[in-house]
């Protein structure tokens, strides 16, 4: 295949993807806001159309670190558990580290392949 044709082939592709991405999520909520208007968090199952259908509803958490900062201290152990500080590595300041710096730290890291990213435009 030409490499031409799978430029145009891809952008195609990603064009189709975003295109039904977004016209599924918007089926999605509509079909899930008809057939459990009052749902709150959970799950809930109907029978319609000889089709067994299930929604999942969920609450996303996120922790306010600034608040977190303020109110910490005064926590109570039971508390104080659902709070679970997870290591993430600061790429960049790892970086600049050189390799001897770096040593034990590398012993403490495992790097594979990600998915490699792809843009494309238009010539301007």
């Known amino acids: 295949m030409k490499l031409e044709t799978q430029i145009?082939?891809?952008?195609?592709?990603?064009?189709?993807f975003n295109k039904y991405k977004k016209l599924e999520t918007?089926?999605?909520?509509?079909?899930?806001?008809?057939?459990?208007p009052a749902a709150g968090v959970g799950t809930?199952?109907?029978y319609k159309a000889g089709m067994k259908?299930?929604?999942t509803f969920r609450l996303?958490?996120?922790v306010d670190?600034?608040?977190l900062e303020?109110?910490?201290?005064?926590?109570?152990?039971?508390e104080a558990r659902c709070i679970v500080r997870k290591p993430t590595?600061?790429?960049?300041?790892?970086?600049?580290l050189d390799d001897v710096d770096r040593i034990s730290l590398d012993m403490c890291i495992t790097a594979t392949p990600g998915l490699p990213a792809l843009s494309i435009e238009a010539e301007e």
Not at 8 to 16: A, F
Not at 70 to 78: G, H, K, Q, R
């Open 70 to 78: 303020t109110f910490e201290a005064d926590f109570s152990e039971d």
């Open 26 to 36: 918007e089926q999605r909520v509509g079909l899930l806001e008809k057939l459990f």
């Open 89 to 96: 590595l600061n790429l960049t300041d790892y970086k600049k």
């Open 8 to 16: 145009s082939d891809y952008v195609r592709t990603k064009e189709l």
């Open 65 to 67: 670190l600034e608040a």
């Open 53 to 55: 259908i299930k929604g």
């Open 44 to 46: 809930l199952t109907e």
């Open 60 to 62: 996303n958490y996120k």
